[in-house]
């Protein structure tokens, strides 16, 4: 899972198990009919709907704010602040993935390399999360980490 939004650790861990057995769920209907796939309506119409919001609200960093917000538990947004419950929320994230990484390195031989495919931005020039098209420094500069 990456670091960022869906945040895995809000509501005291609950969209983690939500996540747990929507895989779950998902993998029994596959089992049961394995040409299911698994709500394509509604995929579609988020398909086409999300490009046409986004290409309104572009170069918006209030839009791109309130869309993380929307991620937060906005108690604790308003609390902490809105970078620093993201960069909580983040690092939580990334714990649990470096969980399963620790665990998968174990079973493995010789060197392992974890990467992604984009870094993440916190408020860095008015930019939130990662959008395409969005060149700064915070989001090409890729994570990378080396085990022996």
């Known amino acids: 899972m990456q670091p960022h939004a869906p945040f895995l650790g809000r509501g005291d ?8 057995e929507g895989i779950k769920r ?8 394995p040409a299911a796939d698994g709500g394509t309506v509604l995929s579609a119409v988020g398909d086409r709907v ?23 538990d906005a108690a604790e ?3 902490g602040g809105t970078r620093e419950t ?3 929320y983040h690092e939580e ?13 174990e079973e493995l031989d010789g060197r392992v390399v ?10 860095e020039q008015g930019i939130w999360e990662h959008h ?11 994570p990378w980490l080396e085990l022996e």
């Open 77 to 79: 947004a308003l609390s």
């Open 50 to 72: 999300r490009p046409a919001v986004e290409s309104v609200l572009e170069g918006s960093s209030l839009a791109m704010k309130a869309g993380l917000f929307l991620e937060l």
């Open 13 to 20: 861990g609950r969209k983690l198990t939500t996540i747990r």
């Open 132 to 142: 395409i098209e969005t060149h700064i420094p915070p989001l090409i500069e890729v």
């Open 93 to 105: 994230n990334l714990r649990i993935a470096l969980e399963s990484v620790a665990e998968l390195v």
């Open 86 to 88: 993201a960069l909580r």
């Open 114 to 123: 974890v990467t992604a495919d984009h870094g993440e931005a916190f408020g």
């Open 26 to 33: 998902q993998g029994d209907r596959e089992r049961d009919d």
